[in-house]
Each structure stands twice: as structure tokens, then as C-alpha cells.
């Protein structure tokens, strides 16, 4: 095979990940874009589309507009809010006896959105009945928002210390 016409990149082979491991991609931002195969992050590297920026994590040399997750396109399901408020009280920080809150009530024209809903123990859902938090003198840990991306879960749970410097909190 003649190869000529190949323009090869001078990257040393010391740089370039394992072809067997994850690599985490970040945007040109630093922001986590996706999770790929080594073989996938050196084809980047070597088309000179990325660069190394540790063992296991490469950034994009150019901004990819990031679209919004899938998910949260969707109308939220129980396991999505579940899963999205980590099984806790929203309220409290309960784990146990969980139901799913209406942050304005429905009868007070509250909606099934992702930044309606969320998780309370029986015991502050009760509490609160027909009304506000804040009618209800409850506060809330955490304003319900659509999910993140996958990947951001992912590098958020990861115990790797390559990939947790890039978890951020939205």
C-alpha cells in the first residue's frame, strides 16, 4: 500500500492512550462530551481533531455544539426521577417511603415537567399537600431540572481522579 499521500502526525507514542481503556472526550470547553474506545481517541489524535490532555482524557481542538439529552425531551418517567434525585427526599434527604411531588401543585395548574417534579418522603409530600413549598414552609435541597447528559452521570460517579476533575454540577 503506498502511503505518500498520508500527512502523519508527530505524536508520540508515550501520548497516546491504551487502545483497550475508556477515554472521557471533553469539548473544547472542557466540558465532557462523550466516552470512547482507545483505538477511537488515537484516530482523533492522529487526524490531529484532539489533543492528550492525560492517560485516559483527550479534549477536541474545535467547539461541538452540544445537543440537548434525549432525556430530557422526553416527559419524565418514575425511574428518571428516581434516578435523577439519587432515591432522596428533596426535602428532607429521606430515603425511604419516596413519592413523586408536584413542586406546584396540579391544582394549582402545576404541570408533568421535569422541573415540576421531584422526589419527597411520604411524610414531607404530606406536609405540603395542595401547596407550595414555601406556603408548606418547606425548602428545597435541590431545584428540580431536566437530567444531565449520560456522560455527565458517568464522569460525576467515576472514581477515577483523571476523569472526576471534569464533573460539574448544573
Request: aromatic share 8%; hydrophobic share 30%.
Given at each position: 500500500m503506498l502511503l505518500s499521500n498520508v500527512n502523519f502526525v508527530e505524536v508520540r507514542e508515550t501520548e497516546l492512550p491504551r487502545p483497550d481503556?475508556?477515554?472521557?472526550?471533553?469539548?473544547?470547553?472542557?466540558t465532557p462530551l462523550n466516552i470512547v474506545q482507545g483505538r477511537r481517541a488515537i484516530v482523533l489524535l492522529l487526524k490531529e481533531k484532539a489533543q492528550v490532555v492525560s492517560e485516559s482524557v483527550i479534549r477536541l481542538r474545535t467547539y461541538v455544539p452540544l445537543l440537548i439529552s434525549r432525556t430530557a425531551k422526553e416527559k419524565p418517567t418514575k425511574a428518571a426521577i428516581y434516578r435523577r434525585d439519587n432515591n432522596?427526599?428533596?426535602y428532607c434527604g429521606s430515603t425511604r417511603a419516596l413519592t413523586i411531588d408536584h413542586l406546584v401543585p396540579r391544582c394549582k395548574g402545576g404541570q408533568?415537567?421535569?422541573?415540576?417534579?421531584l422526589l419527597a418522603c411520604s411524610k414531607c409530600n404530606t406536609a405540603?399537600?395542595?401547596?407550595?413549598?414555601?406556603?408548606?414552609?418547606?425548602?428545597?435541597?435541590?431545584?428540580?431540572?431536566?437530567p444531565l447528559p449520560k456522560v455527565v452521570e458517568i464522569v460525576q460517579k467515576s472514581t477515577d481522579p483523571e476523569w472526576s476533575q471534569f464533573a460539574y454540577r448544573c
Open positions: 481503556i475508556n477515554v472521557l472526550v471533553l469539548n473544547f470547553d472542557y432522596t427526599c428533596q408533568d415537567t421535569w422541573e415540576n417534579l405540603k399537600g395542595h401547596k407550595t413549598p414555601e406556603q408548606a414552609g418547606l425548602k428545597l435541597k435541590r431545584k428540580p431540572r431536566p
